[in-house]
């Protein structure tokens, strides 16, 4: 089993920056992929951003030049930093880590005020 936890949600204003946290640890050989997900109220869950093993990353175009994601393969970690944030980025994080299978966190929270 693999256990997947997030960090670093919270409130900030438009404009404002945070970095989120995800940690894999359990039964890992080798983690292929970790992506970061959002889902809004109402709303389905989307990809944000996604990192292969070999560092190849992918944005949601509503990000781009915005949010970065970077990993630490060695710590089995994933971050992603969000910048210049507008409201529309409001909503629950979600971490997936994916190995022999998809794995995910319980979400952490990002609210945008303007």
């Known amino acids: 089993q693999v256990q997947v936890v997030e960090s670093g949600g919270g409130l900030v204003q438009a404009g404002g920056s945070l970095r989120l946290s995800c940690a894999a640890s359990?039964?890992?050989?080798?983690?292929?992929?970790m992506g970061w997900f959002r889902q809004a109220p109402g709303k389905q869950r989307d990809l944000v951003a996604g990192?292969?093993?070999?560092?190849?990353?992918n944005y949601a175009d509503s990000v781009k030049g915005r949010f970065t994601i970077t990993r630490d393969n060695a710590r089995n970690t994933a971050f992603l930093q969000m910048n210049s944030l507008k409201s529309e980025d409001t909503g629950v994080y979600y971490c997936?880590?994916?190995?022999?299978?998809?794995?995910w966190g319980q979400g952490t929270q990002v609210t945008v005020s303007s």
């Open positions: 359990g039964s890992i050989f080798s983690i292929n992929f």
């Open positions: 997936m880590v994916t190995t022999t299978s998809n794995y």
């Open positions: 990192i292969t093993s070999s560092g190849t990353t």
